[in-house]
Every structure is written in C-alpha cells, then in structure tokens.
C-alpha cells in the first residue's frame, strides 16, 4: 500500500499544468448561454448585468491562461482579451449563419429556438466554433477539451483543428468524426455516422494533411466514410449513404452504392455507381 501510494504522490507532483475539465466545461457553457440566452442559465435583461458578465469571462479566461502557461507561448491575458474580441465575428456570426443552414435545411425545425434548444448538431459546431477560435490563437489542450465535451454530450467529434466554412449543417447528429486536418468549404451538409478521417494514423504523419477535403455545396449522406488528406471531393458532389471514399471525385459528382444481383457466378458484388456531371 505504501509503495502505491507513493506512486500517487509522484503523480500528482508531476502532473503538468492543466485546468480542470470542470472549470473548462463551465466556462464553455458559460460562454454559450451568453451568446445564445435559449442555453444559459440565467437570462441577463438588463445590459449592466449582461456586460458584466461578458467580462467577467473574460477574467475567467485571463485566470486560467496565465495558472496554465504551458498551454500556449504568448502572453495569457492579451490572449485572452483575443479571443472575446474575436468572438463577435468569428464564433457568434458564424454560428449564426450555421443556425440558418439547418433551419432551412430541415423541414422537420419548427423554429430556430428549437434547432438551438434541441438539435446536438447545433451544440457541437457551436462547440467547434469557440474551440476553434482558442485554438487558431495558439492554446492548447483547452480546446480538445470543449470539443471532447461536446463530444461527450452530443456523439459529434470534431477535432478544433479541423477548418470548416460557412454555413454548415449537421442533420441528425450521432456518431460523426472530423478529424484535425480536415478542410470543410460552404454550405456543406452531413448527415449522421459520417466520418471524415485519416487513411494513417502512423506518428510520424502527425503534421502532415491526413484528411479529406470537402469542397463548397457538398451533401454526404449518412453512413458514408471518406478518408485521406488527398482525397478531394469536387463542389457540389454528393455522396450516398455508406460510400467509402478514398479517391478524390470531380465536381458535381453523384456517388452512391449498389449491390448487383448476380454476375454470372454464385457470388453477390457490391460496388460503387460514380456519375458526373461536370
């Protein structure tokens, strides 16, 4: 018991700088109650009240940078005040435009306030947006961690190093990956079980382009599995439910699975049905 326990001590005296997952998952839900009033615990009518909130997540924010420095090379506070001045544009319109996409882009959303309160698509890209934002600043760690919280609470697991563009829509979110190297254009729209993901996962690949890249006003259909960091996928394909991809295809191409019945032997074959009409 002794020997353990020393094994604990060592642990924990040798335990690199981290916040805590608690203090990062609340200032995350936090910073989306502010922003979006429908998820916040507490709806700020008065603009005294609600500045003062603003910054006082700004000092939050500040705080954390500066007891973790390990986790960025610049200076915590000017980080931090950043991010908040960035959060207008790159997190709070994005997100919006984002909103907009799924509303039009399913009949069953009744009104925004419901995408907003109910979908777990509009949770995990708004996640990606802040994690994102600390992320192209230069943080580390902190952001895996909101999008791993995301992860947790929605099954959507994007990689904050993934860059996605505007107007992005996630229809019946479960069980999606986009992987750190990914490259989403506009008005792009996934379904559930869709993974964008690396064809290698050896180390020495870490800093090379691994995954795919997904062009603007591109629909993939549930299921469908896309991977390496050559494959391209032309503006405005579509790609069926359960098509693997590993090869780029040409804009405004539509791919999708068969099965055929019979081949002149006992044998079933299933392969792919590839139309362009570039």
């Not at 563009?165 to 019946?172: A, E, K, P, T």
Request: charged share 25%; net charge negative; hydrophobic share 35%.
């Amino acid at each position: 018991m002794d020997s353990f326990i020393d094994r604990l001590h060592q642990a924990h005296n040798h335990c690199p700088e981290c916040p805590s997952p608690k203090v990062i998952n609340r200032f995350f839900d936090e910073v989306l109650g502010m922003l979006f009033p429908e998820h916040a615990h507490e709806i700020y009518r008065e603009r005294g009240n609600l500045e003062s909130k603003f910054f006082d997540l700004q000092v939050q924010l500040r705080k954390v940078l500066k007891n973790n420095e390990a986790l960025h090379k610049g200076d915590g506070e000017k980080l931090a005040d950043a991010f908040f001045d960035r959060l207008e544009k790159e997190v709070f319109e994005r997100v919006h435009e984002d909103l907009q996409a799924m509303f039009e882009g399913d009949p069953a959303a009744k009104s925004k306030t419901e995408i907003i309160r109910c979908y777990p698509g509009f949770y995990a890209i708004a996640a990606y947006r802040i994690a994102h934002l600390l992320h192209t600043l230069g943080i580390g760690l902190i952001p895996r961690m909101i999008t791993e919280y995301a992860h947790s609470k929605t099954g959507v697991d994007i990689h904050p190093g993934a860059k996605i563009g505007r107007y992005f829509c996630i229809d019946h979110a479960t069980g999606i990956v986009i992987g750190e190297t990914t490259r989403v254009g506009d008005r792009v729209k996934i379904y559930q079980g869709v993974t964008l993901g690396a064809l290698s996962v050896n180390k020495e690949d870490a800093d090379k382009k691994r995954h795919p890249t997904i062009e603007d006003d591109v629909v993939i259909y549930a299921g469908a599995t896309i991977l390496g960091g050559d494959t391209v996928i032309g503006q405005g394909s579509v790609v069926g439910g359960n098509v693997w991809l590993t090869k780029s295809i040409p804009a405004k191409s539509k791919i999708y699975y068969q099965t055929k019945i019979y081949d002149g032997s006992s044998n079933l074959t299933d392969f792919y049905v590839l139309k362009s009409d570039a």
